[in-house]
């Protein structure tokens, strides 16, 4: 039985960090591609990062990229998402997924992912 369980989101004024936490049970995160998605109210769930399974290769969203950063812990079966600088635009539920199976493929849709956590809310305040 697979379970990810985010964590460390929260309330933070503009300009500042979060780092969010997706431990993994029933699943190596080494082995999948991991992926984190955000939604804001009324919107369709975004991609905003991805780490390949071979950990090689990571991909961001445009509106993050350079201030987000996704690394994993494989001692921990953890995935974490270094948010910096964020802006109140990154208000939303973000959400931690796993592709169920191994390949260097890195989805950018939701729907190709096998498996998610629960959300963890982040709102920052202008």
Same mark, same amino acid.
């Given at each position: 039985?697979?379970?990810?369980?985010? #964590?460390?989101?929260?309330? =933070?004024?503009?300009?500042?960090?979060?780092? !969010?936490?997706?431990?993994?049970?029933?699943?190596? =995160?080494?082995?999948?591609?991991?992926?984190?998605?955000? %939604?804001? $109210?009324?919107?369709?769930? @975004?991609?905003?990062?991805?780490? &390949?399974?071979?950990?090689? +290769?990571?991909?961001?969203?445009?509106?993050?990229?350079?201030?987000?950063?996704?690394?994993?812990? +494989?001692?921990?079966? &953890?995935?974490?998402?270094?948010?910096?600088? !964020?802006? $109140? @635009?990154? &208000?939303?539920?973000?959400?931690?997924?796993? !592709?169920?199976?191994?390949? @260097?493929? !890195?989805?950018?849709?939701? +729907?190709?992912?096998?498996?998610?956590? %629960?959300?963890? %809310?982040?709102?920052? #305040?202008?």
């Amino acid at each position: 039985q697979v379970q990810l369980v985010e #964590s460390g989101g929260g309330l =933070v004024q503009a300009g500042g960090s979060l780092r !969010l936490s997706c431990a993994a049970s029933g699943l190596t =995160v080494s082995r999948y591609a991991m992926g984190w998605f955000r %939604q804001g $109210p009324g919107e369709e769930r @975004e991609f905003v990062a991805g780490i &390949t399974w071979s950990g090689g +290769n990571t991909y961001y969203a445009g509106s993050v990229k350079g201030r987000f950063t996704i690394s994993r812990d +494989n001692a921990e079966n &953890t995935v974490y998402l270094q948010m910096n600088s !964020l802006k $109140p @635009e990154d &208000t939303a539920v973000y959400y931690c997924a796993a !592709l169920g199976r191994t390949s @260097e493929w !890195l989805p950018r849709r939701a +729907n190709d992912y096998d498996y998610w956590g %629960q959300g963890t %809310q982040v709102t920052v #305040s202008s």
